[in-house]
């Protein structure tokens, strides 16, 4: 995680990976408000970023998983965020997947 300071405005930069079917609360303190820079839910050749171990190797990622946490988060203090299929729908069945997000707080 990241602090800079720019105008005397704090902003904190934040990387979460959330594995498949778990939740978690994106959080920004004070009157900050979150700002999604990118995000990715699917499988990146075994990265190994979650517990469970996908038997295939693959790589595939959903499509405007950006555009749905921006939908989901954008401009708000917090928000909940699921890292599911139904959510960002299924790039590739049978493979466990995870949700990476990189946000700001400003």
Known sequence: MNCLLFNTKVIF???????????????C?????????WAMYG??????HCTKT????V???AENVKE?????????SS?????????????C???YKYLHVKYTCF
Not at 68 to 76: A, D, P
């Open 93 to 95: 069945q049978g493979v």
């Open 43 to 48: 499988e990146d050749q075994g990265a190994r």
């Open 13 to 27: 930069d934040a990387d979460i990976i959330l594995c498949e079917e778990k939740s978690v609360t994106l959080t």
């Open 68 to 76: 749905t946490v921006q939908n989901l988060c954008e401009n708000r």
């Open 29 to 37: 303190s004070g009157a900050k408000k979150i700002q999604i820079n």
């Open 54 to 57: 996908n038997t295939k190797t």
């Open 79 to 91: 928000c909940e965020l699921k890292a599911s299929n139904a959510v960002f729908g299924d790039p």
């Open 59 to 61: 790589r595939c990622h």
